[in-house]
């Protein structure tokens, strides 16, 4: 499983603590490097710490699980450092201890994540080893059954876990019989069923250079990348299997509403609809009004009224949640048993009422304010950076996309909020999920 080196982690700390001051007082420039062998990757070099971060993805997360399988590429995360290549799992893992870098995986819906960093001195020795996990994993016998336990652990904890069953029950009411509403952490069936065989599967479904996205930065150059890339990369095959084309998914049309009873003081309440996806040419306006109205933290409309006026939960939230193959707009909330009903219809009256009215002209005037100013915030490490690159580019928003975003929102109206709060706002048609004893829900 993946563990943090003590020598990489105080390193870690200082090279965040001072690249964040110099995000915030320069901008940096993104160059697209193409290594010898053709693969392309996005750099910011950044040389007054002697540290590199590499963040990549390969299109084809656990809604490409086999029936039967769900979980399966989340153990695969688990198992790519116990062991690659000649190397058993505690060579692996003391060799890479020795080195002081880090690498991490992550499973998502949409995309297979992967997170590198290594201190400069180290560099290609820690890139060997990487090159051995992403290339060669062994999913040798002992390891398997070891990560099995630790998985099986927490597939259990979370289906006993208040907040992870209501979300789970609402996805499976928004989107009926997708793979987007299986657990992606898979069941106590699924991945007690996993074997050596499937992992090796899972991995060759995932793992090939044509879907494979890369973004880099640290002290490291352009000319230096180029071969890092081939070597790390330059083994994996250059397509996957044939993967199926899934269609768009439909999300299901409330209003619906579903209560699983627990004994419990407080009822978990999450609530949505449809929503938009990512490449829709309104999202910019839409995320604006997104976060006015229940995006925006203690200072968004629902907060405003739920919990400063009301006193009825500690927060509440309600934005956007674009996925590849479907756009939902989903919220949540705490709040004891007696008061979910009151809750719940509090919520439905301040949407209801933003999606007649829309905000303010101030409204607006504060959320591009704070929309812009907090942008930066998220660059504020190397890891941090790569990792907002990286996504920039799984959602094909172009290398400029960082200069530009800030005036894509400043450039937003409020009539351009108002009608986004017209098309997406439904408090009619809210799909809600309810865990525990609430009382006056309807």
Known sequence: MIRMPNALRGLLLFAGLLFASAVNANAFTIQEVTSPGGIKAWLVEEHAIPLMAMNYSFKGG????????????????????????????????????EL????????????????????TKNRDASADLLRLAITSPRFDAEP???????FLLDVKEKEKDPQSMAWQAWMDDILPGDPYSRPDEGTEATVSSITADDLKAAHRRIFNRDTLQVAVVGDITAKELGPLLDKVF???PETAPGQPELPEAKPAMGPKLRVIDRDMPQSVIVFGTEGIERDDKDFIPAFVMSEILGSGGLTSRLSEEI???RG?????????????????????????????????????????????????????DDAKTFLTGSY???FSSNSAIA??????????????????????????????????????LHPDRLIVTVVGKPQGVK
Do not use: C, H, W
Request: net charge neutral; glycine share 12%.
């Open 62 to 97: 656990t809604e490409l699980e086999p029936a039967g399988k769900e979980g399966v590429f989340n153990f695969l995360t688990g198992m790519l450092d116990e062991g690659a290549g000649d190397m058993l799992s505690a060579g692996f893992q003391k060799k890479r201890d």
């Open 100 to 119: 002081a870098f880090r690498m991490s995986f992550d499973a998502g819906s949409d995309f297979f994540e992967g997170s590198f960093q290594t201190i």
């Open 144 to 150: 398997l059954e070891r990560v099995r336990q630790q």
């Open 234 to 236: 330059g083994g994996l």
């Open 307 to 309: 919990r400063e006026k």
């Open 312 to 364: 009825l939960t500690y927060g509440v939230s309600y934005g956007l949640s674009p996925m590849g193959r479907a756009g939902l707009y989903t919220g949540s909330l705490q709040t004891k048993n007696e008061s979910a009903g009151e809750a719940l219809d509090a919520a439905r009256e301040v949407i209801r009422k933003y999606a007649e009215e829309g905000p303010g002209q101030k409204d607006l």
């Open 376 to 378: 930066a915030l998220r």
């Open 387 to 424: 990792n907002q690159l990286l996504g920039i580019q799984q959602q094909n928003l172009g290398i400029d996309y960082v200069q530009k975003r800030n005036a894509l929102v400043e450039a937003v109206t409020l009539d351009q909020v108002k009608a986004q709060a017209r098309r997406l």
